[in-house]
């Protein structure tokens, strides 16, 4: 038997090596790193449930704050103020439990690691994995360069710019690319990784670091840079939600836009190009059949 119209290759798609070994390395360290500095960093910021900025803590005026309130008739409501705002986020932040059992607590528990209160072991994750992800962030951005990976894989072209709209609408609509345009990162790729690699993962760090009183006395010029040892943790804090929004946003792309083929890239370094177009179903013809 045979399909008519078609050709033995037509249907076998084009696998190119889409990462290194390093790369996927690199990867898959730092899923781990991230979440476990996410949630041992959340099980800190429950100790003190709110940010200011500058060099001192102004308890009366925090920028951000979440805690919890109990009305008349004795049930407590989660409160999150940021700035003169104030939100009721009962069952979401400020608060934890069913019913009569609620608890304060910023955020949840199941949300917290490596236990529900226990603020010096999760200072000791947060520092464990912090040490881990931040030479390895080192040693990944001076790869992109002396590779020559950062040129040729993420800095835009001219020509890119004049078709971001265009990249924008195809996203929008979850219309991803397909065929030889798939082999290389589109312009919103580009922009999201590096600004996420040379400005808000490097902005982690460093807001990290500033927060040690160790490393201010190593380092002073770390206060100065950011206003203070408050400021930093706020931009600690920004720079991290930042981090999990780009993350869920990576997730939902890989779910929708083929997760088995982008699994694969990043485990084996091999990625299917997406063909340019879904050829129909062809009717399939004895060699003998009449004609």
Known sequence: MRLLGTTPNARRPTVIKRHSAFTRFWHWINVVCLAILLMSGLQIFNAHPALYWGKDSTFEAPSLSIGAMRDEDGSLRGITRIGDFRFDTTGVLGVSGPGTDRERRAFPAWATLPGPRWLAMGRQWHFLAGWLFAPLLAAYLLYL???????????????????IGHVIGKHLRLRFPRGEEARHYNLLQKLAYLLVLFVV?????????????????????LLDLFGGRQSARTLHFIAAA??????????????????GN??????????????????????????????
């Open 262 to 291: 982008n699994l694969r890239s990043m485990i084996t370094g091999r990625y299917a190009l997406p063909p340019d177009h879904i050829l129909p179903p062809q009717k399939e013809t004895r060699d003998d059949a009449p004609h």
């Open 145 to 163: 360069v002396a590779s020559g990976q950062l040129r040729r894989r993420l800095l835009p072209r001219r020509h890119e710019w004049s078709r």
């Open 242 to 259: 930042t981090l999990l929004a780009f993350f869920v946003v990576h997730v939902l792309l890989v779910l929708v836009s083929g997760v």
């Open 201 to 221: 993962a490097p902005l982690v760090v460093l807001t990290g670091l500033t927060m040690s009183p160790t490393m201010d006395a190593a380092w002073p010029w």
